[in-house]
């Protein structure tokens, strides 16, 4: 944490603007209603959302299992998994801070009803559910989509969270993101918004200067486990975040944002706490990043602005799109 | 590793390429002889490599030593740390690849100099030296140039390797990166170069397209031992490995790169091996990189080609650099 580092002027490198007159349905897009895919498929003309494997899948479903282990120095084994998209709504235009709470809650409805789905395929034993927003984060095209990659093993990142999460729940019977909520709330230094389900905050240890959390109050696992009155209170905060992200630099936010559950197909998992992480990489404005390089990758991540300055920020950010009339 | 998903058409963001036009001196660059830098000093009229203090230290000499944990879920400690910047050469135009073997030595000699002299400050116990090259990395001045960062607790990156090297260590009385090695030489499927002391590979678990590494064949704990003839031969190498990165795509490559070294300040360390470690963000061409976002940041990384396939290329790669007449 090196806070007088944004004392330094910056020299280097600064992002091109994208372009922000998008329109409503563009025929190129392969992601528009009753446009062709890659692989030739038409897409419905569909209302809400709509959800289809995706035409060039990292993970693939017929992969066979195999492994090797050489001298413990050469150690792999083969993923099988099935990658879907997901368009956020049929209008080209828009991204989730645009869009109205009922049609963010028919994204949700449709996350849902993936996971559940998925869970049902027996070596299925993870699933990621993400979104990457805005060119600068890999994203490849500006229609508001996001991903569900679902594999036969739990990554790297999840393993980790499983021991921590286990190792506390052994100590305390209880989670460890529910003490950590309740006291964030104790000392309000962090939060953003909270309504009767969920909370949003820059969490104590985030590296990405606007790095933030929504976390569910009550310990659940999935999000299979949201009830009808945590969807919508989900659409809410997600709607708040989103559009003070926005409102920040005045910009369509970029970030790559994803929801970290418990494992599937694999028994119960009562240390396991719902939550979605906001990686965001800008730092002074909307065309100047974080650059997570050289020490960060080699070492240790290193912060310029502290969290409860980033909360401040998105907490005084107003809660009105800045492109709303 | 998904080999297949390099079929899928790019339409995602394209970088701008730098300017590759710089004069052998900048009146306006802070790294310059003789220039004056943000602190008022001024460069001395260097010809070889010069090091200073950072102006803009992430890490302060002096921090106080606090520390505090709130329940196990607020843990925090203050670092204390002295941060350096070397300029590789007085010729503003210039770059690693481009500069002669005598002069890179040069470069490793100060790196081995600041090594010894900052390991007899007693509280620092570690040393990272490292690169970022490349506007797309964050570095802020095209200069010719890398940094130190020193401080008195072990990054995350350094603990990690400690325990994993230890282990082997314990079983086998011998460093996993000599063994390591030494299967790699066997297998040649990996290898880009090796010379009396050193070998550059692309490592079996690469994260990154074209992530490479040097090792010593000796183990070395750290740059402190390294020998004459090591220091000719590392630099021998280092000009192998970033012209064959620049004649990759015909560009300046950019990448960040760093020493992985024992601490310091902490006894004797055999089971350590030196090691540097080559960072590069692009993937298809000079403009289009890989995006470790989304999946990669929340779950697990993920390669589009196979690490065989980029020390080929590599491999292939002319060692004359495409900008020499
Ligand atoms: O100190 P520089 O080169 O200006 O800054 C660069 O390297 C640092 C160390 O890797 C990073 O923390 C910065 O984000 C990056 O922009
Ligand atoms: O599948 P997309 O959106 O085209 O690709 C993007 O997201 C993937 C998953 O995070 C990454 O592996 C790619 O590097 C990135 O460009």
């Avoid at 580092?5 to 190129?28: A, F, I, M, T």
């Avoid at 500006?142 to 729940?169: A, R, T």
């Avoid at 389900?197 to 590296?207: D, I």
Wanted: charged share 25%; net charge negative; aromatic share 12%.
């Amino acid at each position: 944490m090196s806070p007088h580092r944004s004392k330094r002027p910056w020299q280097g490198q600064v992002e091109d603007l994208p372009g922000d007159n998008r329109p409503e349905y563009d025929p190129q897009c392969y992601l528009c209603p009753t446009n062709k895919r890659a692989d030739g498929d038409i897409n419905p003309d569909y209302k809400e959302s709509f959800v289809f494997v995706n035409d060039f899948s990292a993970l693939l479903k017929d992969t066979s299992q195999q492994e090797f282990n050489e001298d413990e120095l050469f150690v792999a084994e083969t993923e099988r998994g099935i990658c879907k998209v997901i368009a956020f709504t049929p209008r080209h235009d828009l991204t989730l801070p645009e869009m109205d709470q009922a049609a963010i809650k028919s994204v949700i409805d449709l996350w849902q009803k993936e996971f559940v789905e998925l869970s049902k395929v027996d070596w299925i034993k993870y699933i990621q559910i993400f979104e990457n927003k805005g060119a600068i984060m890999g994203c490849s095209n500006p229609h508001p989509h996001g991903q569900i990659w679902s594999q036969n093993h739990l990554p790297v990142e999840i393993q980790k969270e499983c021991v921590q999460q286990q190792q506390y729940f052994n100590k305390y019977q209880r989670t460890i993101l529910s003490d950590y909520v309740k006291a964030e709330l104790r000392k309000e230094e962090r939060i953003i918004d909270e309504n009767d389900s969920f909370v949003s905050l820059v969490p104590f240890w985030a590296a990405w200067p606007y790095e933030t959390m929504i976390v569910s109050k009550r310990s659940i696992q999935n999000i299979a486990g949201f009830d009808e009155k945590e969807k919508t209170d989900f659409a809410a905060i997600l709607k708040l975040l989103t559009t003070r992200y926005d409102n920040l630099f005045k910009t369509s936010f970029p970030y790559s944002a994803g929801m970290h559950q418990a494992p599937v197909n694999d028994g119960d998992h009562p240390e396991w706490h719902w939550h979605m992480h906001f990686y965001p990489p800008l730092l002074r404005s909307a065309t100047v990043k974080k650059f997570m390089v050289g020490y960060e990758m080699l070492a240790n991540p290193q912060r310029d602005i502290t969290p409860e300055v980033a909360a401040e920020q998105l907490r005084n950010c107003s809660t009105v799109h800045y492109k709303a009339k």
